[in-house]
């Protein structure tokens, strides 16, 4: 089985920062919120909801820890 990553969930320390941030900064909100789609990908891949390939899974699963690193960064440079 496999488990959304929910940005408010893993950074609770940062809950409503996270908020006020995509509220507050469309740049910010679209890094989330294509972190967001990134991780729905993931898991209905690895739910066997659609055909995929190692290489593709991985190359998703990197670009969502990029785009989380850059999301903790903005979140702890402001």
């Given at each position: 089985?496999?488990?959304?990553?929910?940005?408010?969930?893993?950074?609770?320390?940062?809950?409503?920062?996270?908020?006020?941030?995509?509220k507050?900064?469309?740049?910010?909100?679209g890094?989330?919120?294509?972190?967001?789609?990134?991780?729905?990908?993931?898991?209905?891949?690895?739910?066997?909801?659609?055909?995929?390939?190692?290489?593709?899974?991985g190359?998703?699963r990197?670009?969502?820890?990029?785009?989380?690193?850059?999301?903790?960064?903005?979140?702890t440079?402001?």
């Amino acid at each position: 089985m496999t488990a959304e990553h929910n940005l408010r969930e893993e950074f609770r320390e940062y809950g409503d920062a996270l908020t006020e941030r995509r509220k507050s900064d469309p740049g910010f909100d679209g890094l989330v919120g294509r972190y967001q789609e990134l991780d729905k990908q993931i898991v209905d891949l690895e739910s066997g909801d659609q055909p995929f390939d190692d290489e593709t899974l991985g190359r998703l699963r990197r670009e969502r820890v990029l785009l989380k690193d850059k999301i903790v960064q903005q979140l702890t440079a402001a």
